[in-house]
């Protein structure tokens, strides 16, 4: 079986999205390249063949951390699932254990240091502030925020519809803050943004929808204020099962990284106030 053809079929497949593809073309490449040095086919690919292509990327001359070896060979599996059938992939954990990073969620005043610094004068202030409020008050990833429409929010309701990873939709309570800043933005600056007939919620200054590179120049790591949406709720009481509701996590497993910043701050008031902490 020619590599290359086979690695094209699969890249050719309409399921995949144009950032994966260009993703998954970049690690198979490099996993063709490994095959082509040892001779081999990707029909002769077996347990023995991905645990040596693993030791590989885990040598010091190549120097990729575990997180990257996990989505090479994660998206291996994918291209060898596709080309020779599930029941030809090896299901041994190859992968390196990867530590397990706290979330760098910025404090409240933090946050509305933020907020403050995107407030500006003119309509594109006003977009700016509503979608930074927004983002933290529901706790948006960058690509949901810029993907909601007009009708996603529901003031009567106090309600924002979100539409999240793999088409899954959640319902997220829209906050004060947000809700004001969002119907001020809809009522004195989107219509001087907009340009015909567009659905988007958030316009850029040709009136088209926002993309996520532009809430990324306003904030560098916009995914901060979901970690600070996660860790303020848990602070405030809130369980980690309506959290991974809020957060639309698929495992309560990806929600629970934020048990342990809670911990540091529970440890912390422990050790100021307990007499023999």
């Known amino acids: 079986m020619d590599t290359a053809a086979a690695i094209e079929r699969f890249l050719a497949s309409p399921q995949l999205a144009a950032a994966t593809r260009r993703s998954y073309s970049f690690d198979l490449r490099d996993f063709a390249g490994w095959l082509e040095e040892r001779g081999a086919g990707v029909d002769e690919v077996d347990v023995r063949v991905l645990a040596a292509y693993v030791g ?6 190549r120097g990729l951390a575990p997180a990257t070896i996990s989505r090479r060979i994660s998206t291996v599996r994918s291209f060898l699932r596709f080309t ?9 954990p190859f992968a390196p254990r990867r530590s397990r990073r706290l979330p760098d969620a910025p404090k409240q005043s933090e946050v509305e240091a ?13 977009r700016n502030v509503a979608l930074v409020e927004l983002v933290y ?6 690509a949901e925020a810029v993907a909601l429409d007009l009708a996603d929010v529901d003031f009567e309701q106090e309600a924002v519809h979100v539409s999240g990873k793999g088409g899954k939709e959640r319902v997220v309570p829209l906050g004060e803050c947000a809700a004001h800043a969002v119907a001020r933005y809809l009522r004195d600056a989107r219509p001087l943004l907009a340009r015909g007939a567009n659905d988007a919620l958030f316009l850029s200054v040709r009136g088209r929808r926002l993309e996520t590179s ?5 904030l560098p790591h916009p995914h901060r204020l979901r970690h600070s949406f996660a860790t303020h709720l848990l602070e405030g009481g809130a369980d980690l099962r309506t959290i991974q509701e809020l957060l639309g996590h698929a495992s309560l497993s990806t929600t629970q990284i934020y048990s342990h910043v809670d911990a540091k701050r529970l440890r912390k008031v422990y050790d100021f106030a307990h007499p023999r902490s």
């Open 56 to 61: 590989e990327l885990g040598r010091s001359r």
């Open 114 to 126: 933020l907020i403050d610094g995107v407030a500006a004068e003119g309509p594109l202030g006003l």
């Open 84 to 92: 020779l059938g599930p029941a030809r992939v090896p299901d041994a």
């Open 137 to 142: 008050s529901a706790g948006l990833r960058s």
């Open 214 to 218: 532009t809430l990324r120049r306003l």
